[in-house]
């Protein structure tokens, strides 16, 4: 069974791209029945951010995530980069460090597939 780490690296500046990872990691386990983890990390955590304009749509694709049952992360580093705390972030996302959890998960076997 494939194994990938989806990894939205992408800020608000292209929505259109962000919410084409929320979908690919969702169809990733519902039509392949793939494992998938998703992972906000540099100026993605941007989508993460539950202060923005878009933030409704973004909730909404994070929930689509965890209904999934694909775990959902983000990198502290990067959110400091941002300027975001844990209070800006929508809740229940995992705070990772974004360098570790990546290659973590390249040594348990995973791709790494970025957006």
Known sequence: MAKML??????KDNI????VSFN???????NARATV??????RGVQAANRN?????QFLEQIEELKKAGIPVKIC?????????????IFPGIEM??????TNAR???GYSVITF
Request: hydrophobic share 45%; no cysteine.
């Open 76 to 88: 502290k580093v990067s959110m400091a980069g941002e300027g975001l705390t844990e209070n800006d």
């Open 106 to 108: 390249i040594e348990d």
């Open 24 to 30: 690919f990691a969702i169809n990733a386990v519902r």
């Open 16 to 19: 259109n791209q962000e919410m």
């Open 52 to 56: 923005q304009k878009s933030s409704p």
């Open 96 to 101: 990772v460090l974004g360098g570790v959890e």
């Open 37 to 42: 983890e998703f992972m906000f990390l540099g």
């Open 6 to 11: 989806v990894i939205l690296l992408t800020g």
